[in-house]
């Protein structure tokens, strides 16, 4: 059957013309991000349990938990957590199969205390943080798709779209790798936390960071230490930034502090989830680690979303896959954008459209290069098994 794969050409100049560009990226232990991979790691650790159990994944989506913040009391030289960071571990998921009960709730709370324990160095698993699980069952009718043994290609579960581009900007490189590199360089100064969050601005050819990055008390001995931190932190990430562009690098650090009046952005554990940030699934980076209101984006959550049939997963990351793949093999393209469109109940490989907006190098026409990226379109939704096998593998990260 004929894919609907429609391949333009889009009148715009890249990314890289433009005269304002703003990205994004939210650290690990983000309050949003700690959302994001609890409910990844839990979707993941239900697929191999599932797997070894009965062969196959059954129905799930663990998309929607939730981080109440704690309260803390930070101090030079260590703080204290006065109230526990709460996590809801919530979502659907298929419980029962051929008469077997299946432990849900034990895996759903050792896959989140594994994850906390890699995420989050210095958070204390018996003393901040309160684990909750409330994993209901799948509806009927939703857990039935995944048992019509005669299609061999899933069918959507919805009516949703997916969206996706390349290349990465220079500024969305140098972005996302700032977040990167500060967890590099946090062997060398303990103080970094996991929270973090940096945001850049391009205004031609200036590129500015602002950085907000939850410092961890004990490392810091007091506010002469903290402000030296700041400093050595801020001028290892211009350097490291400008060795990668010839844009003029700014970056400053946790801009609200108030060195005068001793304000300053400290933590106990390294996240603001204990002092007061919240945290949702779906409310941080797509699932190309960036936030780009420069970019077509969807505001779909991706993480925690079943790998077999939740398009809403699935489109997002192939999208991506598409893009960059398009990018690297086909000659005289700037910029490629994907959007890809289901209809419920319809094989998750004949989606209703896979729509391929091309910007050209100047003097490149479309019909010199449409054919293949028709080509390289056709191809990965024609082996999304393989995309589903590496989302089980954890190979695509969704945040």
């Not at 018996?126 to 909750?132: A, S, T, Y």
């Not at 094989?347 to 479309?366: E, N, R, S, T």
Request: net charge negative; hydrophobic share 35%; glycine share 8%.
């Amino acid at each position: 059957m004929m894919r609907n794969i429609r391949v333009e050409s889009l009148t715009q100049r890249p990314i890289e013309m433009q005269d304002i560009e703003l990205v994004e990226r939210k650290g690990v232990g983000h309050p949003d991000s700690v959302a994001d991979g609890l409910a990844e790691s839990l979707s993941r650790a239900l697929c191999h349990e599932y797997q070894k159990r009965f062969g196959g994944v059954l129905h799930h989506n663990t998309d929607k938990i939730q981080i109440v913040a704690g309260r803390s009391r930070p101090s030079f030289k260590g703080g204290e957590v006065i109230s526990p960071i709460y996590i809801l571990l919530t979502g659907r998921a298929t419980r029962t199969c051929g008469g077997e009960e299946i432990p849900v709730d034990t895996i759903a709370i050792r896959s989140a205390r594994k994850h906390l324990h890699e995420v989050l160095s210095n958070l204390d698993m018996d003393n901040h943080v309160i684990i909750d699980c409330k994993i209901g069952t799948g509806s009927s009718d939703l857990c039935n798709i995944f048992d019509r043994k005669e299609k061999k290609m899933p069918s959507a579960n919805d009516t949703s779209f997916g969206v996706g581009y390349a290349p990465f900007s220079e500024t969305e490189r140098i972005v996302y790798e700032a977040e990167r590199e500060l967890m590099l360089l946090k062997k060398k100064i303990p103080a970094i936390g996991e929270d973090i969050k940096v945001m850049g601005l391009r205004e031609g050819n200036n590129l500015n960071l602002t950085i907000a990055c939850a410092m961890v008390d004990r490392y810091i001995d007091d506010l002469d230490h903290y402000a030296q931190t700041k400093e050595d932190i801020v001028r290892h990430i211009q350097e490291k930034a400008s060795t990668s562009t010839s844009r003029k690098v700014r970056a400053k650090l946790n801009v609200a502090d108030d060195i005068a009046s001793g304000s300053v952005y400290i933590t106990v554990t390294g996240t603001s989830a204990e002092m007061g940030d919240d945290g949702a699934v779906g409310r941080g980076n797509r699932c190309n680690g960036l936030i780009t209101p420069s970019r077509p984006m969807s505001l779909e959550a991706t993480s925690g979303k079943n790998p077999i049939n939740h398009v809403g997963k699935i489109y997002n990351l192939i999208s991506n896959l598409i893009a960059s793949d398009i990018v690297q093999q086909v000659e005289g393209i700037e910029e490629v954008y994907l959007k890809i469109l289901s209809q419920i109940g319809q094989p998750i490989d004949q989606p209703h459209v896979a729509g391929v907006q091309l910007v050209l190098k100047d003097g490149v026409k479309l019909s010199q290069v449409q054919s293949r990226a028709q080509e390289i379109t056709d191809h990965w939704l024609e082996d999304i098994p393989h995309v589903q096998d590496m989302i089980f593998k954890g190979e695509l990260s969704t945040y």
